[in-house]
């Protein structure tokens, strides 16, 4: 009997060590899965007993801590927002109700002390077998809360976006969006945020317009045509165009922007500069046809068009500026595929992103060197010192220098004496680009305005863009917001 | 050193760990939970030291280490539901000294031979028989959770199915010692108590809707008839049959048809049919596998080493729980959240090295029935283990039966520790001979 007694004896280890199996392969295999479900409470609550890392700007302001609160023996580390909206859309949120948003989610890691690294690992490990709570490293943006707050106020009650790029790093120095929203009430008052009214008839104000918010970018993309016109050899800023008010496409003429009385502008005899300056779209609409589209859209992606920017925020909450089509992104495979006289002048099917904008007029200023932009400065260990810091990075050549000289020219003749003349700034000199983009509302308008300065020692770049703008162009409403940011910037020492 | 020596010392280390457990636990929660935590500690070495006494005067020559072991297993449970609800763990203390006296009282009953009890192997068998189906009967019956295994008797809930499992044994051990010769024959008229046993167990099934218990009984029985015939025909023959049984159950009984959904497709990403709604509408891992989810998410949460004693997420930051059944059907969840894989695979030891000394002891006694006995009973608790413990990490359907001595409820500590007893008895008697 004692030998059958040893079968059903292996047979119970083998159901007992199927046990060991079993949790094995949910504690150490499968856990990610588990903890990544939308539906997993435990791991929500669970990283609030986390001492959550907190989220500083660039000068250190706090924009992002723990509240402690005590419940049935459980010490909780809640999240509070101290600056309130300010930087919202890129802060996001950590709660429990809505899970997590901007780098608060892309750095949860990071916030609650679970990346991989060693130094985290070890100490964590450490801090959890004594029993200790477990603290997060910190993070150190780059936004500069001044400038950010002004940008907020000029963007209050619109809808739009407004991002300044520090030009020789890629740092960003604000990204800015309206409507906006209090992360504060994002847990108990979520209704609040979902009531937001602004001047737009979806204010959606948690989408960070600045990296998600597709937009027609009329003239302003402008910049990457001519990019493609002189780069390509194909014309000089000197190039002599004829305007009658209007080019000629598939035999239909396709008119240059209407005046308010509804007639367009006509220029005569200009040149490809002239064409900038003035925002003429006749001038443009030719050089697109004789260039076609595909060369447009391969300067395009050069400066970073077709890829999402990269930045550090949630890859959902960025999208790839590019021809759109029912959605989603249209690559065309030959230049009949698109309209290339509206693809010049930035109609088209183009949805491009304020900070793409950003990007283009930084490329220019860099003289043509694509720069990586970031929002991280670093992050930090729990006890101080850095984690790691992020250094800058390029992305490639989208120009040559030259011809990145040569459009700063034709950008400063944009504001000395064309259509961006509202933002001047005494003493310093600005290179911009205005751009009015037509919506599917006759007379609606997207207004624009991208530009660097100073223009002979570039240091920053900005991005307007703002929707819904009846009659309004960029040069009226979005240059003046880029003027105030570009000398609040430019007065500060570490931008 | 003497076997009793050995028993005292065990005990008195697992009266230190089950100290070291409470202090842990008040640490991590010292805001709701007193200082007085630690007399637990204390309290159950004297228990534990009671218990001792016992065996000492009446199975002297009994294995040392299992007393020991189900102290350790009892004190890990009963720390753990300590640190989800204190006024709970207090109950189940009352069930623990309810169970030891019974253990006591096992002892001092059978300590001459508790081999007598062959004699009265009908009787137990029409008392488990009975016994599994009291929670039927109007009135006192109630249907918890969806299966019908509890009895309402003056204020306490007993599940009789825990007591009907040990009587079962008996009576396979003595009608299986008696019968073996003419089963091992395999002739197809001596079937027919294989086949009574096989229908007796999908009658459980479709009655109380569970099949968890099912297969329990039937596991055990097939167990014991391979061990008492050598035929591998019984457990094969049992085994297919049993397939076929749960196949048709399947078909037949709703309850069973959901159970076994959940098992294989918890989360879906479309709405599904919701039982408790009666409409396509939820997700499935929202509605109908909403338990085995959370509890997979405990688990999940331990990682490696767990979040140490105390230091587990149960409930939201409202105090709301998170994982429903937490103390009963889901206690490993809990236990695997704090303590991790690391611990986790040192509790499953235990486990394994109480099946090992309770197998051991099937093979020194000397007789039939004890062996039987022995093997039945340490068969029974691996199963149930693994039933339960199966069920939770999603490698068998989920049935709501307890975890031997960690689950909270009375009824399962006081039959944990009449198996207990049962297996001391069985061992004193075999090394007593050799002693």
Redesign the interface.
Known sequence: MNDRIRVIAVVGMILLAALVLGTTYWQAWAEGDLASKQDNAIQRVAQFTIDRGVIRAADGTVLALNRVVHVNGNTYYLRHYPTGPLAADVVGYSTEARSRAGIEQAFNDFLTASNSDLHTVLTSTLNSLEGKTIKGNSIKLTLHLGPQFLAEKALAGQCGSAVALDIPSGRVLVMATSPTYNPNLVEKHYDQIARTKAACSGPAPLLNRATAGLYAPGSTFKLVTAAAALDSGTFTPDSRFNDPGYCTEYGKPVTNFLENGGVPEKFGNVTLAQGLQFSINSVYCNIGIKLGALKILEYAKRFGFYSTPGLETPPAEQRASGLYDHGKLFYPKHDYQVDPGRLAFGQERLGVTPLQMAMVAAAIGNGGVVVQPYVVDSILKPGGGVLQATKPKTLGRAISPQTASELTTMMEAVVTGGTGTAAQIPGVLVAGKTGTAETSVPGVNTAWFVCFAPADHPRIAVAVALENQLHKTGGEVAAPIAKTLLEALLKQPTA | MSYRNRELASLVVVGLMTGFGFASVY???????SASSLSYGIFFLCLYLAAHAVTRLTVPNADPYILPLGGLLTAIGVTEIYRINPQDALHQTIWIVIGVVAFALTLFLFRRDYRKLESYKYLCGLGAVGLLMLPALPVIGERINGARLWIHFGGFQIQPGEFAKILLIVFLAGYLREKREVLAQGRLKDLGPLLLIWGAAMLVLLETSDLGSALLYFGIFL?MT???T?SKKYPIGGGVLFLLGSFAAYHLVGRVRERVTIWLHP?TNHFVYCSQTGKVNH?R??CDSYQL??S??????????G??FG?G?F?????NP??PYLKTDFIFSAL??EL??IG??AF?LV??VF??RG?RI??IAED?FS?LLA?GL??GF??Q??II??GV???IPLTGITLPFVSYGGSSIVANFVVLAGLLLVSDRAQARNA
Do not use: P
Not at chain 2, 27 to 33: E, F, G, M, S, T
Not at chain 2, 296 to 305: C, E, P, Q, V
Not at chain 2, 315 to 319: C, H, L, Q, S, V
């Open positions: 640490i991590a929660r010292q805001d709701v939970v167990a391979y061990v008492a050598g989360w997700l891992q929202d989810v959370k997979l998410y405990s688990i999940g949460n331990g990682h490696f080493g979040t140490g230091k997420t409930t939201d930051t409202a105090g998170l994982i695997a959240q991790g894989l986790v695979a499953l486990y394994m099946a090992l197998f099937g093979m039939g062996k093997v340490t068969f691996v199963l283990t693994f413990v199966g990490l999603r490698i």
